[in-house]
């Protein structure tokens, strides 16, 4: 390993370069860089101003690549006889669903930005509300994600776990009002189905699904996390 | 005229005092390296700890481990004085050329195993089979194995503990104050009672087992409140202040890096002088039973070596391993140094040679297991293994081989 430095180091050799959950944090990171400017950026596209739209679907799409490349690099570098104290399955789940985010994400504005659809006044503030129940579920997540670096820099005491759980039911509480918000925009488009021309029923609902989503994998990230803290 | 005597005892010296060195700048660096990669302490202060108590520890505790080196492994009475000169001579040279080798190649071989293994092959060329005492060899092998374990086994519990009594409290700062230096003193009791449990300072001094068990005591109490009195001002910023806690845990740590320099010169020491304290009354004439204990002076040059070692290549081994360390904390910094020094003092009482690096590795492992670590790569486990698996055999060999040509030579 060190060979131009000839020296014996077994000791070094049981360490890793990089702490895979410094890597999960630094995913975390743009996931939240995402969302953040994602939440402004849909704001924005919902009250009719898409001036700036393909601006934010770049930005989006960059960071994605950026964190699939972390990404991958933990993956790779989780080796079968590296010794996790957490369930190194479990942790690769959580890594794939705070990456389905960022998917989702890209997803979503590169779908916004090819047809601009006009949110129907009525429903304006609905969407508005959903999205930021949305955001509001991935910064619970994100809250419940950081958390693990108390866990384990206290090789997960009790109190520690207790306080992790607490965020994750804050995580599942802005899901399920997420989740009843997006019936409530269903519910008001099809109300509008005979205002409106099909095509734009149909990208309404198909909105509605993709910010959802975001939340749902959310809430699967901090689900895994649950799992990865049981005892 | 130069009496021959003393060229070769010259000679041997130097080899020894290069294995010192060896020892001092790879082995201990690499256990001093733990605290340096947790930022207890800086790598001049580790160069400087590693020096000065790696010297103590060789001369005051270092004898042990050397007359299992020098008389324990090979029948001394059933092969010649002066085929016993020349093996003593072939097993070191041999050891520190296998040492140098696979320091070179980067293998992480013990200096321990290296040294026993060429005796061992020196015997049997020598004598026979039945010139190596493998009783004592078995004894030495299986500490192998155990060492690792013990140490592994240490660390995980006084990780455990520190979890159990300090992370898992409502105020962990104010536990750390209290609980810290009581392991502290805990540390201090194992140090003092080894320096006077049948060393050459209870017979200076005419102390008892009984007595220095009440010194002992009496140090760690003194050590414990000392701690804690040092430790009473440092408040806690707020709820689960850990990075204080980790703190508190630093400034410990600066303790039980001395202790795992401590230690190491007390086991690691003889592999270096253990086969020249074996070549002096060889060469004087005597035989090696004469003599009841290691030449204090011998144990100060060992010492002397391994300082310097440290000092010069060392600082290179440490940055290169701290840099690779950062992840380790103080908490876990000092669970490792705590398990393995302990490890490693108690075989050097009990006159076991054994591997400083691989009981650390294993002190690394048993904080791992107790879920402190955010990785440990146990492949290293494998390489350990593979490394012992050689080490023996080539040793044995390359002894063999430079006996036989010393043998020709001299005899010839």
Known sequence: ?231 | MIDPIWLIIGGASAIAFYMAWSIGSNDVANSMATAVGAKAITFKQAVIIAGVLNFVGAVFVGSHVSDTVRKGIITTTSIPNDILLLGFVASLLAAAIWVTLSTWKSMPISTTHSIIGALMGFGIIAGGFSAVQWGEVGRVTSSWILSPIAGCILAFFIFKIIVKTIFAKERPVKSAKIVGPIIFGFTAFLIVSSLFLKTCLSKTFNISNVHTIIIAFLSAVIVALIGIFLLRNIKEKGPEDYATVESIFRKLQVGTSCYVAFAHGANDVANAIGPVASIIPLAQGLSIGDQVMVPTWLLALGGIGIAFGCMTWGRRVMQTVGKKITSLTNTRGFSVDFGAATTVLICSKLGLPISTSHTVVGAVIGVGLARGLEAVDLSVIKKIVVSWAITLPVAAGTSIGIFLLLKTIVGG
């Open chain 1, 1 to 231: 390993m060190n060979d131009e430095n000839h020296i014996r180091t077994p000791v070094a050799d049981t360490f890793r370069r990089k702490s895979p959950f410094g890597q999960l944090f630094e995913h975390m990171c743009k996931v939240k860089e995402c969302v953040c400017i994602l939440g402004d950026g849909v704001e924005k596209y919902y009250k009719g101003d898409y001036k700036d739209f393909s601006n934010v679907a770049e930005k989006v799409s960059k960071l994605e690549h950026e964190a699939d490349l972390i990404k991958s690099n933990i993956r790779n570098h989780l080796p079968s006889h590296l010794f996790m104290p957490v369930d190194k399955g479990k942790f690769m789940w959580a890594l794939r669903e705070q990456d389905a985010i960022l998917d989702h994400a890209d997803n979503l504005v590169n779908m916004l930005d090819m047809r601009h659809t006009k949110i129907p006044k009525e429903l304006q503030n609905l969407f508005i509300e959903h999205c930021k129940l949305v955001v509001k579920t991935v910064e619970a997540m994100e809250d419940a994600v950081c958390n693990l670096r108390d866990l384990v820099e206290t090789s997960f005491v009790k109190r520690e776990r207790e306080q992790t759980k607490e965020f994750i039911y804050k995580v599942h509480e802005f899901e399920y009002k997420a989740d009843i918000k997006k019936y409530e925009m269903t519910k008001g488009i099809y109300k509008l189905e005979k205002k409106l021309n099909p095509m734009d029923v149909y990208h309404l609902l198909k909105i509605a699904d993709w910010v959802d989503d975001i939340a749902d994998h959310a809430e699967n990230v901090a689900d895994w996390l649950r799992a990865m803290i049981a005892k």
